[in-house]
């Protein structure tokens, strides 16, 4: 489970800011195995503000994790705050984990070129212990836990690889596991790789006739005039298949020939969902024709049943992309309930979706500590923070609060401003309205 993130240095976050996703004093999520940790978080701002920034640390933090040993590059994914006068020195990104029980706090400082310093402590019974620490070239301390070639493993680090990552590669007897737990903890959603998410979302559902089936209840209870769900392996000639075949082969030599066949039916199925036309009767619609919010929530909906299922964290930048303020409350609260979220897994978002902060009519799915907001200052730096910085009473209307400007993180503008500089660039525009008869400042209720 996830407990914190801190990063300082990455695009626009210059100094050092932290996620937190323990419950604040006073708050808990009643019914979870852990009471105390949040199962979901929503981050909340202007545009521009810096909230797929911070998401997108996340993602880059535990895929270098993941990859940094095995995917050898030049030069590391280095994306420093650019709007400083001087050098804004390393990028950090540190988290807080809890696997079985145990806390982990692991992090890692890097440039272009290589990582400056690693390290990894446990707290197993609430005191903490050095696992490693890592410096510039033979700088390293291993602690009293850490057994098995560990001088050797050091050696075969290279200068812009993760020592925790290496470890994953040769095998190491302690350290692979806790590099497993942190590579699968995470999955990213994007809303620029919606069609990716679609089709891996397509291969589980061929695969698990029971998901399936959970998903089709899913959309019909949606409202979306769906009947039903079924996935299309066929369509495509078999010469094209072949051929999709030995182009992933020649691409990913190192593949298994289970991950190849995976990589085929990502590119040739296709979802087909029928709606209930008159007396009842079941109608093919192409799937081109299902609107964009028909095919988003069927994307989104493999990775959230999966992560309910197994436990983890999803991140997914935008999740209200053309889903109704509704839809994206019951997504929101199937990480909330117990019922639904038995391994409580854990959902971070960000939108642009107040209803999201809404605790009225039936929308309430987030407490105070569990919305964050992230607000950029006139030079560009990114600050996130929660709501509970204010100390809001519990009986507050968040959304209309932060509407209203109490909590910060609105765009730094005024209704006019649009029409002002439109009345500046376009002069001749209220001339032409005056010549159609139209006061462009008289009341609009008198026309």
Do not use: C
Not at 263 to 280: A, F, M, W
Not at 297 to 320: F, K, M, N, Q, Y
Not at 379 to 406: A, C, F, H, T
């Amino acid at each position: 489970m996830l407990l914190a993130f801190k990063l300082r240095n990455f695009r626009s976050f210059l100094d050092e800011q932290v996620l937190h996703l323990v419950h604040s004093p006073r708050e808990s999520s009643e019914g979870m195995l852990h009471p105390e940790i949040l199962p979901a978080l929503a981050v909340l701002g202007a545009n521009a503000s810096g909230k797929s920034n911070l998401l997108r640390a996340i993602e880059l933090m535990f895929d270098m994790i993941r990859n940094s040993a095995a995917h050898p590059t030049e030069n590391l994914p280095y994306q420093p705050f650019l709007l400083g006068s001087g050098d804004p020195g390393p990028t950090l990104f540190e988290t807080s984990v809890q696997f079985e029980g145990v806390r982990y706090d692991y992090g890692f400082e890097y440039d272009a070129e290589r990582i400056l310093s690693e390290w990894l402590y446990s707290s197993p019974h609430g005191r903490q212990r050095t696992i490693f620490e890592r410096g510039l070239g033979e700088d390293w301390y291993f602690g009293d836990s850490l057994r098995g070639g560990t001088q050797a493993l050091a050696e075969a680090t290279r200068d812009n690889a993760l020592f925790l990552s290496t470890a994953r590669l040769v095998n190491h007897k302690v350290l692979s596991d806790l590099q497993e737990q942190f590579g699968t903890l995470v999955r990213v959603l994007r809303s620029d790789s919606i069609d990716r998410t679609l089709q891996v979302t397509l291969e589980s559902l061929s695969r698990d006739p029971k998901r399936r089936s959970d998903v089709a209840k899913l959309l019909r209870r949606a409202d979306l005039g769906i009947a039903s769900l079924s996935i299309d392996e066929g369509g495509i000639p078999p010469v094209v298949q072949e051929a999709t075949r030995r182009f992933y082969e020649t691409m990913m030599p190192d593949a298994s020939p289970e991950e190849i066949q995976a990589q085929v039916l990502l590119s040739i199925l296709r979802p087909n969902l029928t709606h209930s036309g008159e007396n009842g009767a079941a109608v093919g619609i192409p799937f081109e024709w299902e609107s964009v919010g028909t095919r988003n929530l069927l994307a989104i909906l493999g990775p959230i049943l999966d992560r309910l299922s197994t436990g983890g964290v999803l991140v997914v930048d935008e999740l209200d992309t053309s889903l109704h303020p509704r839809l994206v409350s019951e997504l929101v609260k199937l990480f909330i309930s117990p019922r639904t979220n038995p391994h409580q897994a854990q959902l971070v978002l960000s939108t642009h979706d107040v209803t999201v902060m809404m605790n009225v009519n039936g929308y309430g799915a987030l407490e105070r500590d569990e919305l964050w907001l992230v607000e950029k200052d006139r030079q560009g730096r990114s600050e996130v923070y929660s709501i509970w910085r204010y100390k809001p009473r519990k009986d507050e209307v968040y959304s209309r609060n932060y509407l209203m400007g109490r909590y910060g993180g609105l765009p730094r503008m005024d209704e006019t401003n649009f029409v002002d500089i439109l009345s500046e660039v376009e002069p001749d525009l209220v001339d032409l309205l005056s010549l159609d008869g139209v006061n462009p400042d008289a009341d609009p209720k008198q026309n």
